[in-house]
């Protein structure tokens, strides 16, 4: 068949089958705007397929209603899915204005925090070892400076310069996470 070569021959195709393919749909499926969307989808597969019909297999219609029968089956599959997950969430408890405005804060905190890592890759090596340290793995000065091989001193310096250079880019809650001075 060359329904997808020749628009004419899709186009007799198509009336030659439309109602056959209608009623088919119909038996199986009670949604009539659903059942509109099955047989404009299976006409669509068949006008993908086309080239897999063999005549000595079969007539065109029986060849339509196999790939009719896979488009229906399909959609039923996605519907008994679609339900499955529905069941599975009915009945949770869903988020009130409280859990939304704490997710809304967490949001906004990711982001701050997204925009300080990248502002952080500009740093020079020393200044963001130190940073990274103190800010994001929790240790104190004294314990980022002994993990560098480096003084204290030299350690609270690197972070300040740090901060300092952050601080132009974003929020200072973003610089300070729970860092120590």
Same mark, same amino acid.
């Given at each position: 068949?060359?329904?997808?070569?020749?628009?004419?021959?899709?186009?007799?195709?198509?009336?030659?089958?439309?109602?056959?393919?209608?009623?088919?749909?119909?038996?199986?499926?009670?949604?009539?705007?659903?059942?509109?969307?099955?047989?404009?989808?299976?006409?669509?597969?068949?006008?993908?397929?086309?080239?897999?019909?063999?005549?000595?297999?079969?007539?065109?219609?029986?060849?339509?209603?196999? /790939?009719?029968?896979? =488009?229906?089956?399909?959609?039923? !599959? *996605?519907?008994?899915? &679609?339900?499955?997950?529905? $069941?599975? #969430?009915?009945?949770?408890?869903?988020?009130?204005?409280?859990?939304?405005?704490?997710?809304?804060?967490?949001?906004?905190?990711?982001?701050?925090?997204?925009?300080?890592?990248?502002?952080?890759?500009?740093?020079?090596?020393?200044?963001?070892?130190?940073?990274?340290?103190?800010?994001?793995?929790?240790?104190?000065?004294?314990?980022?400076?002994?993990?560098?091989?480096?003084?204290? /001193?030299?350690?609270? =310096?690197?972070?300040?310069?740090? !901060? *300092?250079?952050?601080? &132009?880019?974003?929020?200072? $809650?973003? #610089?300070?996470?729970?860092?120590?001075?």
């Amino acid at each position: 068949m060359r329904l997808n070569e020749d628009p004419a021959a899709f186009e007799a195709f198509y009336r030659r089958h439309i109602d056959a393919v209608m009623r088919f749909v119909v038996r199986r499926v009670n949604d009539p705007h659903l059942a509109a969307d099955l047989t404009a989808d299976i006409f669509l597969a068949a006008l993908d397929s086309a080239h897999t019909y063999r005549p000595g297999r079969g007539s065109e219609i029986a060849w339509l209603y196999g /790939v009719a029968r896979n =488009v229906v089956s399909a959609q039923l !599959r *996605r519907t008994a899915r &679609e339900a499955q997950l529905t $069941s599975r #969430v009915a009945g949770r408890r869903l988020m009130d204005d409280d859990d939304l405005g704490r997710m809304v804060e967490k949001i906004d905190a990711e982001r701050q925090m997204r925009h300080a890592l990248e502002a952080m890759r500009d740093l020079p090596e020393g200044e963001r070892a130190v940073l990274e340290l103190v800010a994001i793995d929790q240790l104190s000065v004294a314990e980022a400076a002994a993990a560098l091989g480096i003084r204290q /001193v030299t350690a609270r =310096v690197r972070l300040h310069r740090a !901060r *300092r250079a952050l601080l &132009e880019v974003v929020s200072p $809650s973003a #610089v300070y996470m729970e860092g120590q001075a």
